[in-house]
């Protein structure tokens, strides 16, 4: 099961509608999100975003990312981008 979504999600940070839809076929897909928590294939952030565990994380997660995702266009994002883009 794990191995499906994480084919279906190509980015390490997710929010609950992207989780919902890859377990749409499921009768009880709330149940399998409380069943991937509890296994540890995936970790909450925050109600409603989602990282993968560290078995299945293809590499690091970008806390730019989950910043603007926690805050919405984050400041710490606007701070970090002219750095990443060599404008500094």
Do not use: W
């Amino acid at each position: 099961m794990i191995e499906r979504i994480r084919r279906q999600i190509p980015y390490g940070e997710f929010d609950y509608q992207v989780l919902m839809d890859c377990l749409k076929d499921y009768a009880h897909p709330r149940d399998k999100v409380s069943d991937l928590l509890r296994k540890g294939h995936i970790t909450r952030i925050k109600k409603g975003l989602y990282v993968f565990g560290e078995e299945y994380s293809q590499g690091s997660v970008s806390r730019e990312v989950l910043a603007n995702l926690i805050y919405g266009p984050s400041y710490n994002v606007f701070l970090h981008l002219p750095v990443c883009l060599s404008i500094i």
